[in-house]
């Protein structure tokens, strides 16, 4: 086992030498230009059971991860608003088999770990010599083992090998030269394909690292904020905006592991949404929601079942009392949510934090997962009002589903510029603004 | 900077010193003796268990607990009175835990291992991740009962054990022989495993079952399986065979008896039923079969 572990470490250290060693001078140009740093690190934690259940595989063991990124030095405003943060991706690796208690049943349920994940780490407090930060990746993991319910039913955290893959870290780095850094940090990483694929309840571990973080050229001074020229449309340009927001996103669940079915089969889900933003700061938004929820795979829950004439629940009268079976169809599953929201933007990439009611307004809604979501959003601005985005619905750390899609933003100025008498459109906007 | 690293690292040292589980310490023993007479045990978290009849050297309520000397101060064994009344008694449960907190400082790689000795036992609450929960032979708790199972209907003074397993990942192994054998398992993956002797056996696996219900070495003159679940459940019995199925789990039957009965549902036949959910036939298959070793 110690051999394996010297293995990875070997192997690690010899690709960051490689990626020292190897480079021409128009390399070094493109190093130097974007101030690009390698990053190796051996983490120790444990495995962290948010499910009873899954405390049978309690077990300390490695990890280890490598890291490619840039150390932004102000070449975008929004770069020196959030203290010039660290950007780019992590190769993550961890085998849960390999612990250090000699508990088998870890490594033959859990199996081991591959992720890749592009990630950005804030500086919080400190300068360029000594500064605690907090890191924040999303990306893909695979999980070489998930839950079979006859072959290994006690990992009933994962249903897919393909997983999304989420760290969060709190770092403390300290500089040693001029071109390296010693990194420490504590961090939780997350595996979870959002319901998917049930079940999926997520495998958590908590760990340390040490690791050192290397300048492949020396860094950049770090500039100023200047003035900008231009804004654009979702960026805050002092004035007061409020926007509509229409999202539809399509989501994708089996249940067959819970519930049965074509374990082939995936159920749609379909989210139509509804955002009411007033932008506050410069990089701050916050409002309310409103959306349905068309969810597919309702029509699987217990005392639900499907034939050729449609859907058919079985319920208790609330005027007889007695039960009796209802035939409906599928809107009457749709669900109807309100929230609060929160949005984050650096430049075109949004993170928008939902807190909601699910509102029962007919007999057959579906609130057996609870009638309060989460919800998380990545959006990425494709044009100037159309966005891209994914997002993630929890109902407190439990995934219910996950989807992608496009949405339209209707941008709506209700600040009057008093010092100059007038209003007067921002630059960079669009014609249809003009009527203010 | 400096003074908010000064912080930090102060905090940390402190909470370290605080805290003595950084190892579970040497093995030790504790004895403790209840004299409630209880009816009912829940099993909790990871004590591994070793239920026994209680004789003339150990009276019922005697408990042993071997763990390491920093666990075991944690570790409780507590009476407590339930809302249940079975005849003219008031039934009292044996609470067992595990309440040690902050596990993950020290090794994983340690047991805690407990007898208890008992006198009638009426049920069996397993919410445990114990890896070995035995049992001496129960014989089930005497009490009056109207058996109302479909067209099968009698009352009886019969001796009862009834076994519910909600949550937990543990595996438990149960002896018995008493007259009716009822095992629910309502959430969890842990593995059971009956044997002995019953009259009527009953299983029925809900929504979130995902562990192994084995009563192949279970031998009972009627068995009722009722599966919700996505789990295998294996069921051995002399005459008959009821089973339902309303998900993908599988039901492995063994037959004791060599004759083979059809089910013919309008003339209520007993036999051996191979019954499904007739509105998801579809979707679940023919997953009641019999078992090939």
């Given at each position: 086992m110690k051999k394996t572990i010297r293995v990875h470490i070997i192997s690690l250290l010899s690709v960051l030498l490689l990626c020292c060693l190897k480079a021409n001078g128009q390399d070094y140009a493109w190093l130097s230009n974007n101030n690009i740093m390698v990053e190796a690190r051996a983490h120790y934690g444990f495995f962290w059971h948010?499910?009873?259940?899954?405390?049978?595989?309690n077990a300390h063991y490695p990890a280890f991860e490598f890291s490619v990124y840039q150390n932004t030095f102000g070449k975008r405003e929004w770069e020196a608003n959030y203290n010039y943060p660290y950007i780019g991706a992590t190769f993550y690796h961890a085998n849960f088999g390999l612990n250090f208690e000699g508990n088998h049943e870890v490594g033959k349920a859990l199996g081991s770990v591959f992720a890749i994940y592009p990630f950005i780490n804030y500086p919080l407090i400190g300068n360029e010599s000594s500064q605690f930060t907090l890191k924040f990746g999303v990306g893909l993991g695979y999980l070489t083992k998930c839950f079979d319910n006859f072959t290994n039913y006690q990992n009933f955290s994962i249903g897919s090998h393909l997983n999304a893959a989420v760290n969060l870290s709190f770092e403390y780095r300290q500089q040693v030269s001029s071109r390296l850094k010693t990194v420490a940090s504590v961090g939780l990483t997350h595996f979870s394909n959002g319901s998917t694929k049930l079940p999926n309840y997520g495998l958590n571990t908590f760990s340390a690292a040490f690791g050192l973080a290397y300048f492949l050229r020396s860094p950049r001074i770090n500039l100023t904020p200047t003035k900008r020229p231009e804004y654009k449309p979702f960026e805050f340009d002092k004035k007061k905006w409020f926007s509509v927001d229409l999202n539809y996103g399509i989501g994708f669940k089996n249940v067959s592991q819970t519930l049965g079915g074509d374990t082939t089969h995936y159920y749609s889900v379909h989210d139509f949404s509804t955002l009411l933003l007033a932008q506050f700061t410069q990089h701050s938004r916050a409002g309310i929601g409103l959306s349905f929820v068309l969810d597919l795979s309702d029509q699987t829950l217990p005392d639900h079942f499907v034939d050729n004439e449609g859907i058919h629940v079985k319920k208790e009268d609330p005027e007889t009392g007695k039960e009796r079976v209802y035939d409906i169809n599928a809107l009457q599953m749709t669900k109807l949510n309100f929230s609060l929201c929160y949005a984050m933007t650096m430049n075109r990439l949004s993170y928008y934090f939902e807190f909601g009611w699910h509102l029962k307004y007919n007999l057959f809604t579906d609130l057996s997962k609870g009638n309060i979501f989460q919800k998380v959003s990545f959006r990425y601005q494709v044009y100037d009002d159309i966005y891209a985005h994914l997002s993630l619905m929890t109902h407190f750390g439990r995934a219910d589903y996950l989807c992608f899609g496009l949405g339209y933003r209707f941008n709506q100025k209700y600040y009057i510029n008093h010092e100059k008498g007038t209003r007067r459109r921002p630059p960079g906007m669009h014609k249809r603004y003009l009527f203010l | 900077m400096k003074k908010a690293l000064a912080a930090v690292l102060l905090a940390c040292i402190s909470v370290i010193c605080s805290c003595n589980k950084f190892t579970i310490g040497n093995e030790t023993v504790a004895v403790q003796d209840i004299t409630v007479p209880f009816q009912v045990i829940e099993f909790h978290d990871d004590v591994n268990v070793r239920l026994l009849h209680c004789d003339a050297n150990h009276p019922a309520g005697h408990i042993q607990i071997k763990a390491g000397e920093h666990l075991i101060n944690d570790i409780s064994a507590e009476i407590q009175k339930t809302n249940e009344i079975v005849g003219h008694d008031t039934l009292y449960k044996l609470i067992i835990q595990n309440n040690n907190s902050g596990n993950f400082l020290h090794t994983y790689d340690y047991s805690i291992e407990m007898t208890v000795y008992y006198d009638t036992l009426y049920s069996l609450v397993f919410n445990s991740n114990a890896k070995n929960i035995v049992t001496d032979t129960l014989r089930g708790f005497y009490y009056p009962t109207h058996f109302t199972q479909d067209t099968l209907e009698w009352d009886s003074l019969a001796p009862n054990l009834l076994i519910e397993l909600d949550g937990g990942s543990g595996d438990f192994n149960v002896l018995t022989n008493c007259y009716r054998v009822t095992t629910k398992f309502l959430h969890g993956t842990s593995c059971i495993t009956t044997k002995g002797s019953a009259t009527i056996a009953s299983t029925f696996a809900d929504y979130d079952c995902h562990g192994i219900i084995d009563s192949r070495e279970l031998e009972s003159h009627i068995h009722y399986v009722t599966s919700y679940g996505t789990n295998t459940i294996y069921a051995k019995t002399f005459s008959l065979l009821k089973a339902s199925n309303y998900n993908i789990g599988r039901i492995y039957y063994v037959k004791y008896d060599k004759k083979t009965y059809d089910y013919i549902p309008d003339e209520g036949d007993w036999g051996w039923i191979t019954h499904h959910c007739p509105e998801k036939k579809e979707l679940i298959g023919d997953n009641i079969k019999p078992l090939v070793e």
């Amino acid at each position: 086992m110690k051999k394996t572990i010297r293995v990875h470490i070997i192997s690690l250290l010899s690709v960051l030498l490689l990626c020292c060693l190897k480079a021409n001078g128009q390399d070094y140009a493109w190093l130097s230009n974007n101030n690009i740093m390698v990053e190796a690190r051996a983490h120790y934690g444990f495995f962290w059971h948010h499910h009873f259940e899954m405390a049978r595989f309690n077990a300390h063991y490695p990890a280890f991860e490598f890291s490619v990124y840039q150390n932004t030095f102000g070449k975008r405003e929004w770069e020196a608003n959030y203290n010039y943060p660290y950007i780019g991706a992590t190769f993550y690796h961890a085998n849960f088999g390999l612990n250090f208690e000699g508990n088998h049943e870890v490594g033959k349920a859990l199996g081991s770990v591959f992720a890749i994940y592009p990630f950005i780490n804030y500086p919080l407090i400190g300068n360029e010599s000594s500064q605690f930060t907090l890191k924040f990746g999303v990306g893909l993991g695979y999980l070489t083992k998930c839950f079979d319910n006859f072959t290994n039913y006690q990992n009933f955290s994962i249903g897919s090998h393909l997983n999304a893959a989420v760290n969060l870290s709190f770092e403390y780095r300290q500089q040693v030269s001029s071109r390296l850094k010693t990194v420490a940090s504590v961090g939780l990483t997350h595996f979870s394909n959002g319901s998917t694929k049930l079940p999926n309840y997520g495998l958590n571990t908590f760990s340390a690292a040490f690791g050192l973080a290397y300048f492949l050229r020396s860094p950049r001074i770090n500039l100023t904020p200047t003035k900008r020229p231009e804004y654009k449309p979702f960026e805050f340009d002092k004035k007061k905006w409020f926007s509509v927001d229409l999202n539809y996103g399509i989501g994708f669940k089996n249940v067959s592991q819970t519930l049965g079915g074509d374990t082939t089969h995936y159920y749609s889900v379909h989210d139509f949404s509804t955002l009411l933003l007033a932008q506050f700061t410069q990089h701050s938004r916050a409002g309310i929601g409103l959306s349905f929820v068309l969810d597919l795979s309702d029509q699987t829950l217990p005392d639900h079942f499907v034939d050729n004439e449609g859907i058919h629940v079985k319920k208790e009268d609330p005027e007889t009392g007695k039960e009796r079976v209802y035939d409906i169809n599928a809107l009457q599953m749709t669900k109807l949510n309100f929230s609060l929201c929160y949005a984050m933007t650096m430049n075109r990439l949004s993170y928008y934090f939902e807190f909601g009611w699910h509102l029962k307004y007919n007999l057959f809604t579906d609130l057996s997962k609870g009638n309060i979501f989460q919800k998380v959003s990545f959006r990425y601005q494709v044009y100037d009002d159309i966005y891209a985005h994914l997002s993630l619905m929890t109902h407190f750390g439990r995934a219910d589903y996950l989807c992608f899609g496009l949405g339209y933003r209707f941008n709506q100025k209700y600040y009057i510029n008093h010092e100059k008498g007038t209003r007067r459109r921002p630059p960079g906007m669009h014609k249809r603004y003009l009527f203010l | 900077m400096k003074k908010a690293l000064a912080a930090v690292l102060l905090a940390c040292i402190s909470v370290i010193c605080s805290c003595n589980k950084f190892t579970i310490g040497n093995e030790t023993v504790a004895v403790q003796d209840i004299t409630v007479p209880f009816q009912v045990i829940e099993f909790h978290d990871d004590v591994n268990v070793r239920l026994l009849h209680c004789d003339a050297n150990h009276p019922a309520g005697h408990i042993q607990i071997k763990a390491g000397e920093h666990l075991i101060n944690d570790i409780s064994a507590e009476i407590q009175k339930t809302n249940e009344i079975v005849g003219h008694d008031t039934l009292y449960k044996l609470i067992i835990q595990n309440n040690n907190s902050g596990n993950f400082l020290h090794t994983y790689d340690y047991s805690i291992e407990m007898t208890v000795y008992y006198d009638t036992l009426y049920s069996l609450v397993f919410n445990s991740n114990a890896k070995n929960i035995v049992t001496d032979t129960l014989r089930g708790f005497y009490y009056p009962t109207h058996f109302t199972q479909d067209t099968l209907e009698w009352d009886s003074l019969a001796p009862n054990l009834l076994i519910e397993l909600d949550g937990g990942s543990g595996d438990f192994n149960v002896l018995t022989n008493c007259y009716r054998v009822t095992t629910k398992f309502l959430h969890g993956t842990s593995c059971i495993t009956t044997k002995g002797s019953a009259t009527i056996a009953s299983t029925f696996a809900d929504y979130d079952c995902h562990g192994i219900i084995d009563s192949r070495e279970l031998e009972s003159h009627i068995h009722y399986v009722t599966s919700y679940g996505t789990n295998t459940i294996y069921a051995k019995t002399f005459s008959l065979l009821k089973a339902s199925n309303y998900n993908i789990g599988r039901i492995y039957y063994v037959k004791y008896d060599k004759k083979t009965y059809d089910y013919i549902p309008d003339e209520g036949d007993w036999g051996w039923i191979t019954h499904h959910c007739p509105e998801k036939k579809e979707l679940i298959g023919d997953n009641i079969k019999p078992l090939v070793e």
